[in-house]
């Protein structure tokens, strides 16, 4: 079953859980996997924060989250008018670095490259564009 959603949701932490919710709806209906459901809400939850607390970093902007799926995969689609940042531009962090040598944070762009099939960002008419796919 195809299936799709558009939320316009508020800079805020408190309105993550909403989304998570949809999309496990949506992808339940187009028969993902539970792996995949979860996989999915965990990598468009870390992208929403790092929109709200790095890009926004306050509770006036707004965040378009759309995601349609098709027999064989799921597309979301997040936009946000926050500076321009493009996360493909974050180096991969060295994750067999002793734990005393690593960077603190960083790894929410690795998490994303390693649940998603397809990750992608453009930067358009003042917009950030993210997109990522998941396949069944």
Same mark, same amino acid.
């Given at each position: &079953?195809?299936?799709?959603?558009? =939320?316009? !949701? ?39 924060? @790092? ?9 006036? /902007?707004?965040?378009?989250?759309? /995601? ?5 995969? =799921?597309?979301?689609? !997040? ?28 790894? /929410?762009?690795?998490? =994303?490259?390693?649940? &998603? ?14 997109? =990522?796919?998941? @396949?069944?």
């Amino acid at each position: &079953m195809d299936a799709s959603f558009t =939320l316009a !949701i508020r800079s805020d932490i408190n309105e993550i859980p909403g989304v998570s919710t949809r999309l496990e709806e949506a992808m339940e209906a187009a028969a993902f996997s539970p792996e995949s459901i979860l996989d999915t809400q965990l990598a468009v939850e870390e992208a929403i924060t @790092n929109v709200i607390v790095h890009g926004y970093k306050n509770p006036e /902007g707004t965040i378009q989250v759309s /995601g349609t799926t098709a027999s064989d995969h =799921l597309t979301v689609e !997040i936009v946000d008018h926050a500076p321009q940042f493009d996360p493909l531009s974050i180096p991969e962090p060295d994750i067999d670095a002793d734990m005393s040598e690593r960077q603190i944070g960083g790894l /929410g762009v690795y998490l =994303l490259r390693q649940v &998603m099939d397809e990750f992608s960002y453009r930067y358009e008419e003042g917009k950030n564009i993210l997109t =990522l796919r998941k @396949n069944k």
